[in-house]
């Protein structure tokens, strides 16, 4: 399936940035792959000479080696985000068959944070960027990722674009989007918005 069916990409809307790990963090998994391959090479010829039990835990080691680079493969296939010009959708997976999507809209991110914490993420650029909403409830972190302060930028970028193009919305677009994303909004704000709408309604009663 494409990625843009994946995520149920709207008209109009586009896909920016792909953001994804830094490879870095995956310095232990490779280096034993390549450890798990390199070693058995180094000794062939000796292992070869042991017959086919020898053959056969060359086979072995550079079999494990290679699912260790299948794992590193994996992982990065299936945790990701996508930044479009209205969303950022966070791709997790744990398996071959578990995937978890999580879309947040521009318009829930309030504040953007983003972390280098210790010399490796200093000297290898990465770190996390965190995405708050406007009661500082974190919606989404996304972490180790590669220059965490473009992602962040642009992130910021995104979401001060998307309201220049909404500020001109009418009465109707605005309802037309609130209604589309009242599933978004916990319980609490509900109520909230209820007892709002049942003072506005009261007071024009009241008035006639």
């Known amino acids: ?5 994946k995520i149920n990409l709207e008209k109009g809307e586009n896909i920016l940035a792909i953001v994804r790990e830094n490879l870095w963090n995956y310095f232990g998994t490779g280096f034993l792959g390549l450890l798990f391959i390199l ?6 010829f000796w292992l070869f000479g042991r017959g086919k039990f020898g053959i056969a835990s060359f086979c072995l080691s550079i079999f494990i080696g290679l699912l260790f680079f299948l794992r590193i493969f994996l992982i990065r296939a299936k945790n990701f985000s996508v930044l479009t010009d209205r969303r950022v959708v966070n791709f997790k997976g744990a398996g071959f068959f578990d995937e978890e999507i999580l879309s947040i809209n ?7 944070f983003y972390f280098k914490k210790g010399v490796l993420a200093k000297v290898f650029n990465f770190g996390d960027v965190s995405l708050e909403n406007n009661q500082r409830q974190e919606l989404l972190r996304l972490l180790n990722v590669s220059s965490p302060e473009k992602v962040f930028h642009t992130i910021n970028r995104l979401k001060n674009d998307f309201w220049l193009k909404e500020k001109d919305l009418d009465t109707e677009e605005i309802i037309d989007m609130f209604v589309n994303n009242l599933s978004l909004f916990e319980t609490k704000e509900l109520m909230e918005i209820k007892e ?10 009241n008035k006639k």
């Open 106 to 112: 521009l318009y829930e991110i309030q504040n953007i």
């Open 196 to 205: 709002c709408v049942e003072d506005v309604l009261r007071n024009r009663i």
């Open 1 to 5: 399936m494409s990625l843009n069916k």
């Open 39 to 44: 070693t058995p090479s180094y000794f062939a």
